[in-house]
């Protein structure tokens, strides 16, 4: 009885140590008396016991690698201490377990020496421009180097750079001085612009006023020409009226009749304007223009 308790305990341990279950996105390295002998992939496995074991377990997923901050001295001598992450798979479980002791250390220290590497290339104003480049320098040097550890990198990003407290205040004051002068450059061009508009419209104005008062000295002056010829015209017509009336029988005479009654009416006037008597030098030509004017009102009243 109690040798059968035995075997079936043996059974039992011999049963537990060659059946392997290997989870989904997982490999597990299987050494037989000491050496490599395969890879488990994920499912159910047998393993002979006491002379295989399962030496290495991998999991295959995208691990997140923090890489410790560090101080990195750009190529203009400041100190910039910069902290990030590393991102990374295993993709060759046989090769992780035997290429390297400690394949995370390794990538750890490779990632911090390569950064201290690419920062030192360059000026501190260009490690803020340039993460982009500073990651892709540091995936394409781990990567090279990984691949004989059996492990890819996929990616590596900075999480911050931090300069000396002195730095920041400089680059704050800067920051301050650049923003100043924009906004200064910015009020110059609106007063610029402020004067252009308003000497722009002036301009217009001028120019429209200069328009007006030509149009209106052109309206006037061809106001001006049609009074002169309606003048004209007028009397024109008037001279035309008085002529055809002269060659009337009786014209003559009343023509002579009105200038010798503008005469003396003339005359008359003349001796008002002072109270000095004007007496005509002649006085025959008045005494013939009255009797003329007398001889022609006779013979109108005869008529």
């Not at 560090?70 to 295993?90: A, E």
Request: aromatic fraction near 4%; include cysteine.
């Amino acid at each position: 009885m109690e040798i059968a308790v035995v075997v079936a305990v043996i059974a039992v341990i011999f049963i537990i140590r060659s059946l392997k279950i290997v989870p989904q996105q997982n490999a597990w390295v299987v050494e037989r008396l000491g050496k490599y002998d395969r890879t488990l992939t994920p499912g159910l496995s047998l393993l002979v016991p006491f002379v295989d074991r399962v030496a290495y377990k991998h999991s295959l997923k995208e691990v997140p690698l923090d890489v410790p901050s560090q101080v990195c001295i750009t190529k203009d001598n400041t100190q910039l201490q910069v902290d990030g992450i590393l991102y990374f798979q295993v993709t060759d479980p046989m090769r992780a377990s035997y290429g390297s002791s400690d394949y995370l250390m390794a990538i750890t220290q490779l990632a911090q020496t390569t950064l201290r590497s690419v920062v030192g290339k360059m000026e501190l104003d260009r490690t803020f421009e340039e993460r982009d480049l500073i990651n892709a320098s540091v995936v394409n040097a781990l990567d090279e180097a990984a691949m004989t550890w059996g492990v890819k990198v996929l990616r590596y990003e900075i999480k911050d750079l931090t300069p000396p407290a002195e730095i920041l205040r400089s680059m704050q004051a800067q920051i301050t001085a650049e923003r100043e002068k924009r906004a200064l450059i910015a009020a110059s061009e609106g007063r610029r612009q402020e004067q252009i508009n308003i000497a722009t419209g002036e301009r217009e104005a001028f120019i429209a006023r200069s328009e007006g008062e030509k149009q209106a000295e052109i309206n006037n002056a061809l106001g001006e020409a049609a009074a002169i010829t309606a003048v004209a015209d007028a009397t024109a017509d008037a001279i035309r009226k008085i002529a055809a009336a002269i060659q009337q029988p009786g014209g003559e005479q009343a023509v002579q009749l009105k200038v010798a009654e503008k005469a003396v009416e003339a005359y008359g006037q003349l001796a008002k304007t002072n109270n000095t008597m004007i007496v005509p030098g002649n006085m025959s030509e008045v005494s013939a223009l009255i009797g003329t004017a007398m001889g022609l009102l006779g013979k109108g009243g005869k008529t």
